[in-house]
């Protein structure tokens, strides 16, 4: 389940890759594969909470990922359980403090990677996530998590990546 979640942080390589766990953290786990060769690092949450008048959805998934071989950390990744409506933006807050992400499918990520780094510290230091979004179809959702053991598992996907 957590491959799946990995092979739409970045580009698609993760077939028959396994992820192995460094740190279940709070609601927080922590993961390293090997994928062409070079390490992946990534964090990664389910919400607590699901709202929206949805008949069915797929599996919700936050991720920080840390890629450097490419020279790439601190990736913020949204899979939301369903394609998003074209040009759909995603309103990202973290306790208080908000941030837009674009879409493209079932996917939402940040502009750039300033303001990526800005997501994974506010992951870190906070308490609350709040994600909402809205699907092909018109159907708005929130999504709630919690950021319990965040900093645990940043720390120990920085460690296992070296950054």
Known sequence: MFVLALAFSGPAHAKNVKPRLLIEDGDWKAFVLVESGQKVCYMVSQPKKEEGKYSSRGDIYALVTHRPAEGTNDVFSYIAGYSYKDGAEVKLTIDGRAFKLFTQG?????????????????????????????SSRGTATTDTFSLKGSGGAYRAISKECGV
Do not use: H, L
């Open 106 to 134: 079932d996917t939402a990520w940040a502009e750039d990677a300033a303001t990526d780094k800005k997501i994974s510290a506010s992951i870190r230091s906070g308490s609350k996530m709040i994600v909402q979004g809205t």
